[in-house]
């Protein structure tokens, strides 16, 4: 099954695993050898510590690496520019109740952060979003109940 990324995605999770397997794998083997060297592994604080963080680093690894096969890379700069909210693009919103502009970039699940206004394109948001065009109203469904946000705008860079 294919996931959509971003190019930017894309890029920031092949950076995430050439550094697990370049500098992380390394340095958690190399604190394994030095607590083995310290005696009795079943009293071992320090070995099993470390051992739980190469199982995390292999495991993420593993993880990444699946994600990246499956990748469908999308370059929103590469996108035909319609005028409709589709995966990649940046969309200001205005909450019609409150008046405030938001913006949000609608992104694959691995590389959503909301600290970066980047939404996952699984998301309530994101799904009231797709199809809609400028000047649309797109009702979102959250926990407090109905917001409801107009599209000002709709950018198709990277």
Do not use: W
């Not at 019609?96 to 609608?106: A, H, K, M, N, S």
């Not at 691995?110 to 996952?120: A, F, G, M």
């Amino acid at each position: 099954m294919a996931v959509p990324i971003t190019s930017r995605g894309a890029e920031a999770l092949k950076e995430e695993l050439k550094h697990l397997k370049m500098v992380a794998r390394p340095e958690v083997v190399a604190a394994i050898s030095e607590a083995r060297a310290h005696g009795d592994l079943k009293e071992n604080a320090e070995y099993h510590a470390a051992k739980e963080q190469q199982s995390f680093i292999e495991g993420r690894i593993q993880e990444l690496e699946s994600v990246l096969s499956n990748a469908q890379i999308i370059d929103p700069a590469t996108l035909p520019k319609e005028g409709r909210v589709v995966f990649g693009v940046s969309v200001t919103l205005l909450n019609i109740d409150t008046d405030q502009e938001v913006q949000y970039q609608i992104v694959g699940d691995y590389e959503s952060d909301i600290k970066l206004n980047r939404i996952s394109v699984s998301s309530p948001i994101a799904r009231a979003l797709i199809g809609k065009e400028i000047d649309d109203v797109a009702t979102v469904q959250a926990p407090g109940g109905n917001i409801e946000y107009e599209i000002i705008d709709i950018g198709y860079e990277a």
